[in-house]
Nanobody, 126 residues
Framework: QVYLVESGGGLVQAGGSLRLSCTAS????????MGWFRQTPGKEREFVAA????????YYADSVKGRFTISRDNAKGTLYLQMNNLNTGDTAVYYC???????????????????WGQGTQVTVSS
C-alpha cells in the first residue's frame, strides 16, 4: 500500500503563487510514477501534471503549462507542484496520485494511478 498526504493548499489572490507538497510512504518513492489532479464540485477529476520515476519525463495539462512546475525529491520522498500566476480557474481540490506498478496508461489518465491522497484545497480569489 502507498500512503499519500498532500499539503500546501490555501487561499491566494489571482496572480499569486502556492507550492503543494505530497509525501509518500509504504513503497520506495523512486519506484512510483506520480501525478497531480484537481477536482471541483460537479466536475470530473482533471489531470494537471505528471512525472516519471525521475524528472527526465514531465507532462502538463495545457491549462497549466508555463505556470505550474512538477518536481520530485526522491531522497525526501516528496512530490511538489509549484503553482505561479494563479487564476480563479485554478480553484479546486488538488490530489496527489501514485502508480507503483508502472501501468501502461497515458500519464494524464486517472486509471493509471491506483493510490490517491486526501486532497488539499486551493482557492484563488479575484
Amino acid at each position: 500500500q502507498v500512503y499519500l498526504v498532500e499539503s500546501g493548499g490555501g487561499l491566494v489572490q489571482a496572480g499569486g503563487s502556492l507550492r503543494l507538497s505530497c509525501t509518500a510512504s509504504g513503497r520506495p518513492f523512486s519506484s512510483l510514477e506520480m501525478g497531480w489532479f484537481r477536482q471541483t464540485p460537479g466536475k470530473e477529476r482533471e489531470f494537471v501534471a505528471a512525472v516519471g520515476w525521475t524528472e527526465i519525463k514531465k507532462y502538463y495539462a495545457d491549462s497549466v503549462k508555463g505556470r505550474f512546475t512538477i518536481s520530485r525529491d526522491n531522497a525526501k520522498g516528496t512530490l511538489y507542484l509549484q503553482m505561479n500566476n494563479l487564476n480563479t480557474g485554478d480553484t479546486a481540490v488538488y490530489y496527489c496520485a501514485a502508480d507503483p506498478a508502472g501501468n501502461a496508461y497515458l500519464p494524464s489518465t486517472r486509471q493509471k494511478y491506483t493510490n490517491w491522497g486526501q486532497g488539499t484545497q486551493v482557492t484563488v480569489s479575484s
